[in-house]
């Protein structure tokens, strides 16, 4: 009964280095959302979708990309990483706009 | 424009005192849901409750309740006897029509002293 799977669970990067999160879930839902989660502003979206080979941008989508090439995962890709990313990530997954979001145990990323 | 927000960054109580949470919101919408989540410290985000827009049924489920305003835009979550392991970070969030996730207020963070 994993539900939703985030991997690694921590990192560090260099500033200019990239790297994939990948979120997985068992759970046969079509939405799928990227937030991160900055002290004092609680969660905040980055990208979401909304089916298998869909993708939207968020509030805070500058400097990440993301794919949802099978209807169970979807990855957050980050090409040039920044200090400024430096961040919690967490990635989420429901049935649909509405419903219950279910979230994993985040990624920790710290980018030097 | 959507907005979530908790006015209270940090309550702190003793064990076996009432704590009350506020939630503030704002929406166009006519239809939307709101929720509550948990944040303890190992840092997982745990699901509450959610109420959609039409139903201002107050909810108690053990010692936990809510207080569902549409009037006031409120949605106020009650902790009864609260113990040590309510302490963490709580959000209430509400459906985005637009963007189509939650957005979510900046947390409370509860703690709760034995």
């Known amino acids: 009964n994993a539900g939703v799977t985030q991997t690694p669970k921590f990192r560090v990067l260099k500033t200019g280095q990239s790297m994939t999160l990948l979120c997985a879930q068992d759970?046969?839902?079509?939405?799928m959302y990227w937030y991160r989660q900055d002290p004092g502003m609680g969660l905040r979206l980055i990208h979401y979708?909304?089916?298998?080979?869909?993708?939207a941008k968020g509030e805070v989508p500058d400097g990440y990309n993301v794919s949802r090439l099978k209807k169970q995962n979807f990855l957050l890709g980050l090409e040039s990483a920044a200090p400024s990313q430096t961040s919690v990530y967490f990635c989420a997954s429901s049935y649909g706009r509405e419903d219950i979001q279910y979230f994993g145990a985040g990624t920790r990323l710290s980018v030097l | 424009a959507q907005k979530v927000t908790q006015a209270q960054t940090e309550i702190s109580v003793v064990e076996k005192e009432d704590v009350t949470l506020d939630c503030v919101y704002e929406?166009?919408?006519?239809?939307?849901?709101l929720f509550w989540y948990k944040q303890p410290p190992s840092g997982e985000l745990v699901f509450l409750i959610r109420?959609?827009?039409?139903?201002?049924q107050n909810e108690i489920s053990g010692r936990y309740s809510w207080n569902f305003q549409k009037s006031t835009s409120s949605f106020n979550f009650t902790i009864t006897a609260s113990q040590v392991v309510d302490s963490a970070v709580y959000f209430c969030a509400l459906s985005d029509t637009g963007r189509r996730a939650l957005t979510f207020g900046s947390g409370t963070r509860l703690q709760v002293q034995p």
């Open positions: 979708s909304v089916g298998e080979g869909t993708t």
């Open positions: 109420r959609n827009s039409f139903d201002e």
């Open positions: 929406t166009r919408d006519t239809t939307y849901y």
């Open positions: 759970m046969n839902h079509e939405y």
